[in-house]
């Protein structure tokens, strides 16, 4: 079924919203969930909380494209679950994979802290779409899917010091532009 469809079927409060989406994107959100738990229940769950956040968020929202907003909400709510799974330890994985872009999102909880983020998060989107193909691959398989440096390598067939490298540099260009919309100092 198409995104617009699914997405009339959440506007219209229809309980078949949450199945066509399952359908579509279930599986893709199953294996998002469980980059981040490693735990089968946990990962359910994690799913079951996603769709009913998108349950209570269509409407107002009219999410356009509706598979990165899913892939969001869904992401975010692993995120949680994972910080609570792990609170009080440190679990480096993704702390590290975290931190490495941490002093460009860290934020503030107020409304002018939601618009800075929003205008940041745009500010990267459109940086994103101004570089190579293979180092924007790598950054968005890092930072959003949280795949290890080992995994982005043996999946682009490169060494894992190139896609370090890259990442690096990549991170270096992103802080100068922000820096130069006077996002960063």
């Known amino acids: 079924m198409e995104d617009q469809l699914i997405i009339k079927l959440f506007l ?16 893709i959100c199953k294996r998002l969930a469980n980059k981040f738990l490693h735990n089968e229940q946990d990962a ?7 769709y009913l956040a998108v349950w209570n968020t269509i409407p107002p929202q009219n999410p356009n494209p509706f598979s990165a907003y899913v892939f969001r909400i869904v992401k975010n709510t692993a995120l949680k679950k994972y910080r609570a799974n792990t609170a009080q330890k440190r679990n480096n994985y993704y702390d590290v994979i975290l931190e490495e ?29 101004r570089i190579k193909d ?13 795949y290890s440096v080992e995994e982005i390598a043996k ?15 990549t991170r ?11 996002f960063y100092e």
Request: charged share 35%; with cysteine; hydrophobic share 35%.
């Open 44 to 50: 359910e769950e994690c799913i079951n909380d996603a």
């Open 172 to 182: 270096e260009k992103l802080r100068g532009d922000l820096k130069s919309e006077g």
């Open 12 to 27: 219209e409060r229809s309980e078949d919203a949450i199945r066509e989406l399952n359908l579509k994107y279930g599986k």
């Open 101 to 129: 872009v941490d002093e460009f999102l860290a934020v503030s909880e107020t409304v002018e802290s939601e618009i800075l983020a929003k205008e940041i998060g745009n500010r990267i989107n459109v940086f994103l779409g």
């Open 155 to 169: 999946m682009l067939g490169v060494s894992k010091n190139y896609v370090t490298v890259h990442l690096h540099r």
């Open 134 to 146: 293979r180092d924007r691959i790598m950054f968005v398989q890092r930072y959003w899917f949280c």
